[in-house]
């Protein structure tokens, strides 16, 4: 009786009477000093809001082409400074919330992507018009259907595209990144939803694979611009960079506006026949990518090339600009996006001072300058402790293999199994000293690393359980019922602590793809 219910697509919604307060399906006299929402019109969408007392939620329907119910919450007493308020009895509206709209569009499309039933620029026609009505709104299912779509557009068939579907497939990525950001917070609700940056950049990527002319262009958003440049750039003189000479991008050149300014990209010449293709992304902000390690300075710079291979001896030179007040330990980072945190792994700080800071990477990803935390300077003193831990321990294990080695009479079954887990933990360690941070350098080489490194610290362990098992006979069993000769003995435990972790890594090569990471040569643990 102290509420007022409407039907809604699929259910209905009930908001209590003026007088009450409550959710809607349980409603309660309002009580004295509680205070007011007056009555409002949602400029924007023109949804009307009844007057309601603190505490209250009220409901308004999705506009158009959305579907769904809409609410606003009268006095919501949260943490964030943008959250309304109650004063002197007035209260003031929570913004809209529309994270149960549903854009039946962005599902049909959505299903044709992850059917391939349309090619990556005709998704993203559709995509580009979808995302351009003026009153769209995006619920968090939306949000969901958009990253799909951008994922499994980079997975279509490969076609060839021309000029006006590369700028048209440009602008819907910019605008896909426009209305992402848009929900983290940057001019509208924040979600908790994470910007797919890896995503955008392999769409960018392939599409650019597909076009095979020369053209030179920018898009430009509130807070995104990207650019392309198939012209190869201009040539400058460098001596810093191997030959002295290097092609140089400049995305303001090409197109971006005032938010490329102070962004290079430089990369030495390579062989004369060298046909280089680059694009980028310029973001306003990357502290919404909630990024551990540091909190960042400068813009976010997705820097990615077709034709041209980056690597240790032919590193990328890349210039962001910074406060000049700047302080701080300022480091050359990239966002490792699937532990969502900034790494510097393969990046140089090579200066930063001025209102610039000058990186080279051995990758190509997404960088930015952030202030380095003290978590970041734990991970720095952890890993020299590392190294130096792992070298003496490699120094004291090759004593132990060369001792037994040189006086044979050692050579008894106990030490030889010793001699055994010695050997398997000097190849574990020295794999993991010398690889497990090459992430970078060759694909193939890397998970040949993580193959080894995962067999022969399994082999440690197994020899470890062997070691164990013979120490506990020796300890324990007193009067053993049955005996086997040691060299029986010696085998039987060879074929298991070195068969049975070569079988485990033989099943796991199934999921070849989980070896290596972006940024160790190691297992995949995300996957």
Partial sequence: AFAVCNNTVGGYSCTCQLGFAGSGFTCAPRLVGQALC?????????????ARVEGSVAYGLCPAPSTGTSRRLCCDQGDADSEPRCVNGRGDWSLVIYDDCVQQELRNLKYAVNNQVVSASEALRELYTILSEPNLVLGSDDIAALIAITKGAA??????????????????????????????????????????????EALAAQLVSNFGGNATFGVNYENVSLCFDSGGGSIVNDSSLGNGTAQEWDPTADGVNERGQGYLARLPIGPGNESITFGAFVFDVSDFLNASGGTPISGLFTVFFSGANVTDSRQVELELPIPANATGKLVCVFYEAGAQRWSDSGVTTVSAADGKAVCRSAHLSSFAVIVSSD?????????????????????????????????????KQPQRILLNLAAALFAAQLLFIAGVDQANTNRSA????AILLHYFLLATFFWTLVEGYLLYKAFVVVLPTNSISERRQLVYSMLFAWGVPAV????????????????????????
Avoid: H
């Avoid at 890397?446 to 690393?449: E, G, K, L, M, P």
């Avoid at 190691?522 to 996957?527: A, E, L, V």
């Fill in 38 to 50: 007056p009555e409002s019109i949602d400029g924007q969408q023109g949804d009307s809001w009844p």
């Fill in 155 to 200: 997975n279509l068939t490969s076609e060839d595209i021309s000029l006006g579907d590369l700028e048209d497939s440009y602008r819907t990525i910019g605008l896909v990144s426009q209305k992402l950001l848009e929900q983290q917070g940057v001019g509208g609700s924040a979600t908790n939803t994470s910007f797919p940056v890896k995503d955008l």
């Fill in 375 to 411: 978590a970041e300077s734990d991970s720095q003193a952890l890993r020299i402790i590392t190294y130096i831990g792992l070298s003496l321990s490699l120094f004291c294990l090759l004593l132990i293999m060369l001792t037994f080695g040189i006086f044979k009479s050692l050579r």
């Fill in 446 to 449: 890397c998970q040949a690393v």
């Fill in 504 to 527: 485990i890594v033989l099943a796991s090569l199934s999921r070849l793809s989980d070896y290596g990471t972006s940024e160790y040569c190691w297992i995949d643990t995300n996957s």
